[in-house]
């Protein structure tokens, strides 16, 4: 196995997968694979994840991973890769497991003093109109472990809860509901380069849709893109220190994008996405290119993490 990144070095880029993201992580790892192939990566490949993936990869060098959702960004893609000893992009196992269980990320971040909107953790067989009982609507539902806005609903009032957690759970059994806040939407994308941590310029959105589902998120027009957000310097600069320390709590490396709802001048923490997208539409390379990182050079940043210390 060649331990040393080179352009000549066999990369997977890998991407589609099993999850409900497969669609924006094909979109995600054509872009990657076609950067990679003008920057001169002659060996890079594109390949399309199924349930025969272990013996598709052996050979290969490198993983650079464009996987979102189940299987590709909860750990285990990347525990597939650390017994097959392939260096790959991107956060490591426990980082990526935790992650992507957003009641999980409250708890850890919790203990760093990371603001977070009141919320209210439901299993499987809880009773969810009990359990809001101490939270004030409206009210946001959403699966625990779940991308792109799938399966997530504003709930008014009490009448319209029931629906709402049928609808996550047809995800995942166990859900998240949050307090609803008026506020600024905001996003900040995270890179190391040579051992330095950094945060991107803040990008500020303001969805058509009342809130940022998956058709203001994947449908160009839908949403309003302010980079950098309009806010003021003070405020920046906490949120990009938030958002780095968060960054650090959940053991992440790599790349990151941690999700802010501005409220009242507080920047809450809504979730850390460990394998942000990279479609023509995603965030991260439009805050790398208000930094001056273009397309091309932000997917080899990303793939030269393949190999840090996860």
């Not at 497969?22 to 995600?28: A, H, I, K």
Request: a negative charge.
């Amino acid at each position: 196995m060649q331990s040393a990144l080179s352009k000549k070095s066999k990369i997977a880029v890998l991407c589609g997968g099993m999850s409900t993201e497969r669609e924006v992580s094909l979109r995600s790892g054509k872009n990657c694979y076609e950067a990679l192939k003008r920057l001169g990566y002659e060996h890079a490949q594109l390949v399309v994840v199924d349930s025969n993936i272990a013996q598709i990869l052996k050979g290969y060098d490198f993983a650079y991973n464009a996987l979102h959702g189940k299987y590709g960004e909860d750990g285990c893609i990347q525990g597939l890769l650390e017994i097959m000893k392939i260096p790959y992009t991107g956060c490591g196992v426990m980082s990526s497991a935790l992650c992507m269980n957003k009641e999980f990320t409250k708890r850890m971040l919790k203990n760093f003093d990371i603001p977070l909107i009141k919320s209210v953790f439901i299993k499987k067989d809880d009773d969810a109109q009990a359990s809001v009982s101490n939270l004030d609507y409206p009210l946001m539902v959403k699966p625990v472990c779940e991308g792109s806005s799938f399966g997530m609903n504003k709930v008014n009032n009490p009448s319209e809860l029931v629906a709402a957690v049928e609808d996550a759970r047809k995800y995942n059994p166990d859900i998240l509901i949050e307090e609803y806040k008026e506020g600024i939407s905001a996003t900040v994308g995270v890179l190391e380069k040579d051992g330095e941590i950094f945060a991107t310029e803040i990008l500020e959105f303001r969805p058509k849709n009342e809130w940022y589902d998956y058709e203001a998120k994947y449908t160009e027009g839908m949403t309003e893109f302010i980079l950098p957000a309009q806010i003021s310097p003070e405020l920046t600069k906490q949120v990009k220190e938030i958002t780095i320390k968060a960054f650090k709590a959940c053991a992440c490396s790599g790349v990151a994008r941690v999700d802010f709802l501005i409220s009242d001048g507080v920047p809450y923490v809504l979730e850390v996405n460990t394998s942000p997208g990279m479609t023509d539409t995603s965030d991260l390379p439009a805050q790398a290119a208000a930094g001056g990182i273009g397309f091309d050079e932000l997917v080899e940043l990303i793939l030269k993490s393949a190999g840090l210390d996860k």
